[in-house]
């Protein structure tokens, strides 16, 4: 039986903690195994010969300090669904999960700031609520763009300061996380780090948002358990996105899973979103997948947005332009309208003197 605690327990509240529970092992003949990972605290208990896991686990969840109990007769991951109650995730004006539906667009790869700034604008005007833009790019080739590091999270940040966007951008090591996080207002796991055990850890405990997308060959429960790194970790805002499967078809870049989302929904209380764009790999069918994923019941969309795509330096094929996108949003409203649901509402910038 593991026992979770909260992060932010100051030292006296997690020695009284601790005390308390090796008191009550003590008194149940429990043996406490460990305390402590270092990136979610815990403590592993063994309980007393002819007693169950769940013979403990209701008292234990009691104690003022204890996240969560998981124990193997009444499994219960920090990701599961809640009673009657759904996660919703805020960062800005972007909201995602409980009836918020919110659009994050913009280019694959942060190229220059005079683009972003004027892409900002377009995206602010069609109703997007945050900018997504590759500042660190994994790319197959090693000779391929691999991003403008450090420069490109500082366009990024310029642009949320004159738009009002919120700021999603992709961290691809753990040596990169606090840098990244100082910059965004949510970290992206892409697909090929979704089992990158360590940098979920990392990412999990910095205290930033996390949208995660799910591995190009990963089952729905090996995504799950993903999103569990991030929760154990400390993350309570972890954003879920489907990007498509790798499949046999050369006429679509990854297989669009969109039974994904009500599949993710019964076996969660987050936030699924989906990402059209990397999902089809052809811009023509962007569109129609992002109203699909509305009726499906997705709460956010991750859509590539860029001002020319011929000029783009990568993923040029599934890129929308602003006009095209602008479209695809009114489509998508339409959608969500008839669903009873609507976009969360952008909102201007704030000046500071």
């Not at 007693?51 to 990701?79: K, M, N």
């Not at 659009?103 to 892409?119: F, H, Q, R, T, W």
């Not at 310029?158 to 970290?187: C, F, H, K, W």
Request: glycine content about 8%.
């Amino acid at each position: 039986m593991i026992v979770l605690l909260h992060n932010d327990l100051d030292e006296a509240t997690r020695k009284e903690l601790l005390e308390k529970l090796q008191s009550w092992a003590i008194q149940r003949g429990v043996s406490i195994c460990g305390f402590g990972t270092g990136w979610g605290d815990s403590v592993e208990l063994l309980p007393a010969d002819g007693a169950t896991e769940c013979d403990y686990a209701i008292e234990i969840r009691s104690f003022a300090g204890v996240r969560a109990v998981l124990t193997q007769d009444e499994p219960t991951y920090l990701v599961a669904p809640r009673s009657g109650s759904r996660t919703q995730v805020r960062f800005r004006s972007a909201a995602f999960g409980n009836n918020a539906v919110s659009a994050i667009a913009g280019p694959c790869s942060v190229e220059n700031l005079d683009d972003l700034l004027a892409l900002g604008a377009d995206l602010v005007a069609a109703g997007a609520t945050a900018l997504r833009g590759g500042a660190y790019k994994p790319r197959t080739s090693p000779y391929a763009f691999q991003g403008l590091g450090k420069l490109g999270l500082e366009m990024l940040a310029t642009v949320r300061e004159q738009t009002g966007l919120a700021v999603v951008t992709e961290v691809m090591d753990t040596r990169d996380v606090e840098l990244v996080s100082r910059y965004a207002d949510a970290l992206q796991i892409g697909s090929r780090n979704m089992m990158n055990y360590s940098l979920l850890r990392e990412a999990g405990a910095v205290g930033v948002p996390v949208l995660l997308k799910r591995g190009m060959s990963a089952t729905l429960g090996e995504f799950l358990l993903a999103a569990e790194y991030l929760a154990h970790a400390g993350c309570e805002d972890i954003l879920l996105c489907e990007r498509g499967l790798r499949h046999f078809d050369p006429d679509v870049r990854n297989l669009l899973d969109l039974s994904a989302v009500p599949a993710l929904k019964e076996r969660t209380h987050l936030p699924v979103l989906v990402d059209p764009s990397h999902g089809t790999g052809a811009s023509s069918l962007v569109p129609s997948m992002m109203a699909a994923a509305a009726a499906a019941g997705a709460d956010g969309f991750l859509v590539e947005v860029h001002p020319c795509p011929s000029r783009s330096v990568s993923d040029a094929g599934q890129a929308l332009t602003p006009t095209e996108f602008a479209t695809a949003m009114d489509t998508t409203r339409a959608v969500l309208d008839a669903c009873g649901r609507k976009f969360n509402a952008a909102q201007a910038p704030t000046t500071s003197n």
